[in-house]
């Protein structure tokens, strides 16, 4: 196929451009700057230019694809506070590249999350789809969660969407993202923390594992699929604190929840979450089967407490 992947060059989009090379697919990357297009094309893509603000440019690269993984999204506007607006104009990108795949039963696969899913209890790819029941979570979360149900609806207008649904931590050597951010926290602070007992679980996936979820996604998932790109189902915050305080060679404490935020800034928001997630339904569907290291065995390989890790 000629696939359209935005997000191409970031975290999950640099596991995901070798993974559909590999396969034999053509790979056309969105760029938005000079030097994002070089970077694409010394990995072997061609170069759509355009950007998520560019509507136009994302319809074209749409409409001249055989199938579209998007994964672009604005981090950093999101991390700095703005939330809303990052999930605002990731809604108004699936809206574009849907419309130019209307009718045409191309693929159309974009990425979501686990985090929230179901709280206490291990979410399934059946639970989260129905809004009404995650109105609390304010207004950025919730559009984030309506793009993907958006994504699913284009499955009734001739297009076979799915909707990924990645872990929290998508986890791997050269992670940025919350792991990194923990061994940070615990390095700068000289203690390794977690919140409450610690008893709280995460779902974690290793970075490989998703990108080759995507490519089924792409090559096979049914229109209107729900996927999970979970490894380990549920992750104990406290046991990812116990290995960074070893490795750290730094105390392992507690943090109360009112003092999260203080602590470790804003991943305190939400690291206490008790969020588990299975995979049960999307192994059944596609025959996709986690084969790299869990969350803690990557931990422990010591990448993430190295000056470049």
Do not use: C
């Not at 994302?58 to 950093?76: E, F, N, P, Q």
């Amino acid at each position: 196929m000629r696939v359209f992947v935005t997000g191409a060059s970031g975290w999950i989009g640099s596991g995901v451009v070798p993974e559909l090379l590999g396969a034999g697919h053509q790979v056309t990357g969105l760029a938005r700057s000079d030097a994002s297009a070089a970077a694409l094309t010394a990995a072997g893509l061609d170069v759509h230019r355009g950007s998520l603000d560019d509507l136009d440019s994302l319809r074209s690269g749409a409409a001249a694809s055989d199938g579209v993984i998007h994964l672009a999204y604005k981090h950093d506007i999101a991390f700095s506070g703005g939330f809303e607006s990052a999930a605002d104009a990731d809604r108004s990108s699936v809206e574009a590249i849907g419309e130019a795949l209307a009718g045409s039963d191309r693929p159309f696969v974009i990425a979501s999350g686990t985090l929230g899913l179901a709280l206490g209890q291990v979410g399934t790819e059946r639970d989260g789809h129905d809004l009404a029941a995650y109105a609390h979570m304010g207004r950025g979360p919730l559009t984030r969660l309506g793009t993907a149900e958006l994504t699913l609806s284009f499955a009734s207008r001739g297009v076979r969407s799915s909707v990924v649904r990645l872990s929290p931590t998508t986890h791997g050597e050269g992670d940025k993202g919350f792991m990194a951010r923990l061994v940070g926290i615990g390095r700068d602070k000289g203690v390794s923390g977690y919140i409450g007992d610690g008893s709280n679980r995460w779902t974690a996936g290793h970075r490989l594992d998703a990108a080759r979820l995507f490519r089924l996604a792409l090559e096979n998932a049914p229109a209107g699929s729900t996927l999970h790109a979970v490894g380990d189902e549920g992750v104990p915050i406290r046991a990812v604190a116990e290995v960074i305080g070893r490795l750290l060679d730094v105390p392992v404490v507690s943090v109360s929840p009112e003092d999260a935020v203080e602590h470790f800034g804003a991943l305190g928001g939400f690291l206490g979450l008790d969020s588990p997630a299975s995979n049960t339904l999307t192994r059944e569907l596609l025959g996709w089967q986690p084969t790299h290291p869990g969350l803690l065995e990557d931990l422990e390989k010591g990448h993430y407490f190295t000056p470049a890790g």
